[in-house]
């Protein structure tokens, strides 16, 4: 399906949806404004006694562990660096570092890059056929033409749709912003189908605003699919190249993925779901794309769904869908989302920043990665004393999850691993999908830079107090606070803890600071 995220309602509670997998239900006991951009709750000071009784401390006091005397507030300002006219954004070095970063291990390169990422789009291209606008007759010259046919797109603007390739076509134009496809309300895509090793690349595309039925959200300028929202499960396309294209002004989505899909150094901007989606796909790469302004007309209720990017039933731990080294900012709600069932994906590198919501949200699902992100003024709003609250980092009911290195930068909540009741009662068709985890075990939070991030935890909610079988197996270890004696560490349903109490109660007890200068990022590096 697409990805998801409603008004501020729908981002928070997530998932939903039928079933076809989808996200975005509305608990009925969540109001209506739960969401709204709040601060959270005033501290409050817990006895020893009462923190032992919920496991935060041993029943018998102990001399808690020595904290450094001041921690020097970051001289960072969390401001969103400018994005050139080339769409090349360059993020610089803050002040001078006072410490070093700690280390962390970088995932080998390519390691589970897709066959897709591996071609390049002139591949088979030594004796194209040309083609000339507008080409309304596209898909009938494609349907006719065999396999591995090279079709190379002069300048100019375009009126084809419903185009179904072939095993090994390519569709490449001669230059991105010299080629235009423009759709209407009674187009809803321009590339769709089954086809195994298409390239599709040097175009833009806007304006494909029609609607096939009520479940839009697999709605695609190019989608990796036959139809929508029926696919038979096993004919989905495959390894598929979407290299330097821009995507806009959409009904639901830019790209709808399949299995193995590479979509890399593209646009996609102001569609109306998402910019990227995809559900029950195995494999992918989504790398140095920009994404933005995305989310816009989102569905309500329980098709209610929209991110920047957005992923479900997808991926495995041999083959994870990988977000690596793009930039977000701006879209309706959350940037990087993958929901209902996944259980292999890897966020790496990415910059990701003015999101109004989480920056990376992961529910429901498992084996994930979140890894060295530079996130800056990603949450704008946190309670950890309700259900559904979000951190500029969301780890919500799922498990063997690991988010290690990052940099955030001006979040109300750095990083929050949530437990809530789920499924609620409207959830029950979540049963029918594979890979669907309702419980936040074995998440590991390390290594991370926090600067003049208000808050952290563990959030268990109103519906969630006690609901982890176990909380030692989520782990905050070795993270970095640029404002340490003013964090908020929450726990149980809203419990608030300092420093001192939360690393007496056996968390984050290597905590340190000060934090290093944030990192320069540029989208070609």
């Not at 989505?253 to 979509?263: A, C, M, N, Q």
């Not at 955030?408 to 669907?436: K, W």
């Amino acid at each position: 399906m697409i990805c998801t995220q409603l008004r501020q309602r729908a981002a928070v509670i997530g998932i939903v949806g039928g079933l076809a997998l989808l996200f975005g239900l509305v608990p009925s006991d969540v109001e209506d404004g739960e969401r709204i951009d709040t601060k959270p709750p005033t501290s409050t000071s817990f006895p020893t006694e009462q923190l032992a009784a919920v496991g935060l401390l041993p029943a018998t006091p102990q001399a808690p562990p020595t904290i450094p005397a001041t921690v020097p507030e970051s001289t960072t300002t969390p401001t969103a660096p400018p994005t050139s006219a080339t769409g090349e954004t360059v993020v610089d070095a803050a002040a001078s570092s006072q410490a070093a970063a700690t280390p962390t291990p970088a995932p080998t390169p390519g390691r589970h890059d897709p066959p897709s990422a591996r071609r390049s789009l002139d591949a088979g291209c030594a004796k194209p056929t040309v083609i000339h606008p507008p080409a309304s007759d596209l898909a009938t010259v494609v349907a006719n033409a065999p396999a591995g046919t090279c079709f190379v797109l002069q300048a100019g603007q375009y009126g084809f749709h419903n185009v179904v390739p072939k095993d090994d076509m390519t569709f490449i134009g001669v230059n991105r912003n010299q080629v235009s496809v423009v759709g209407n309300s009674g187009t809803e895509n321009a590339f769709h189908g089954t086809a195994a090793r298409v390239s599709i690349g040097r175009m833009k595309f806007s304006a494909f605003t029609g609607s096939g039925g009520e479940k839009r959200q697999e709605q695609a300028a190019i989608r990796g699919t036959g139809k929508i929202w029926a696919t038979v499960p096993g004919t989905m396309a495959k390894e598929w190249l979407i290299e330097d294209v821009e995507v806009s002004g959409g009904y639901a989505s830019g790209v709808f993925l399949g299995d193995d899909f590479t979509v890399r150094r593209s646009t996609f901007t102001n569609n109306g779901v998402t910019g990227i989606g995809g559900t029950e796909v195995h494999g992918g790469l989504i790398e140095r794309n920009v994404i933005s302004g995305n989310g816009f007309h989102q569905a309500d209720g329980e098709y209610g769904n929209g991110a920047g990017i957005k992923i479900t039933q997808s991926g495995s731990p041999g083959r994870p869908v990988v977000v690596r080294h793009n930039e977000l900012f701006g879209n309706d709600e959350i940037a990087v989302w993958f929901d209902v069932g996944c259980n292999g994906f890897e966020v790496i590198n990415n910059y990701i920043h003015d999101h109004r919501s989480q920056a990376v949200m992961v529910e429901v699902s498992g084996n994930g990665l979140i890894q060295g992100n530079l996130l800056v003024n990603t949450n704008t709003w946190s309670d950890f004393r309700r259900d559904f609250n979000a951190g500029a980092i969301t780890v919500g009911e799922s498990r063997d999850v690991t988010v290690e290195g990052n940099f955030i930068e001006g979040a109300v909540s750095g990083v929050v691993v949530r437990q809530t009741r789920r499924p609620l009662p409207q959830e029950s068709f979540l049963y029918n999908f594979d890979n669907v985890n309702f419980q936040a075990q074995r998440v590991v939070v390390r290594n991370n830079n926090l600067v003049g991030v208000q808050s952290m935890g563990i959030s268990t909610g109103v519906t969630g107090n006690g609901l982890i079988p176990d909380a030692s197996n989520i782990k905050f270890e070795n993270n970095r606070y640029s404002n340490a004696s003013a964090v908020q560490f929450w726990w149980d349903g809203g419990a608030s803890l300092n420093l001192e109490q939360w690393r007496a109660a056996g968390r984050d007890t290597t905590a340190t600071s000060p934090v290093p200068a944030r990192p320069a990022w540029s989208i070609s590096s």
